[in-house]
């Protein structure tokens, strides 16, 4: 089992990203997938979820209508479309299922005041 995040780096506040997760070894239609963040000096947290049974969503709340989880099964990705970047928001992100197995390397993303 393998997830893998990519499509971080720098930039401004006010800007947009989208972060990519590959999946290999498992079926999107029998985890949640989850996106999660640890920002420099900060404990890891949960960013936003997918359901697998019906896609239904949860983000939390310092992200909410700011970051959005979609899924394509057939492709094996899961995306974090991130709009409305703050600098709070520099972190490295990692997805994984939800409850996390083991972590694979995240993606760094960096918000510039």
């Known amino acids: 089992v393998q997830l893998q995040a990519y499509g971080g780096g720098l930039v401004q506040a006010g800007g947009s990203l989208r972060l990519s997760c590959a999946v290999s070894g498992l079926s999107l239609d029998d985890y949640a997938i989850g996106w999660f963040r640890q920002a420099p000096g900060k404990k890891r947290e949960g960013v936003s979820c997918m359901r697998e049974s019906d896609s239904t969503t949860y983000y939390a709340d310092f992200v909410k209508g700011r970051f959005t989880i979609s899924r394509d099964n057939s492709r094996k990705k899961v995306y974090l479309q991130m709009n409305s970047l703050e600098p709070e928001d520099t972190a490295v992100y990692y997805c994984?299922?939800?409850?996390?197995?083991?972590w694979g390397q995240g993606t760094l993303v960096t918000v510039s005041s």
């Open positions: 994984n299922t939800n409850p996390p197995g083991q």
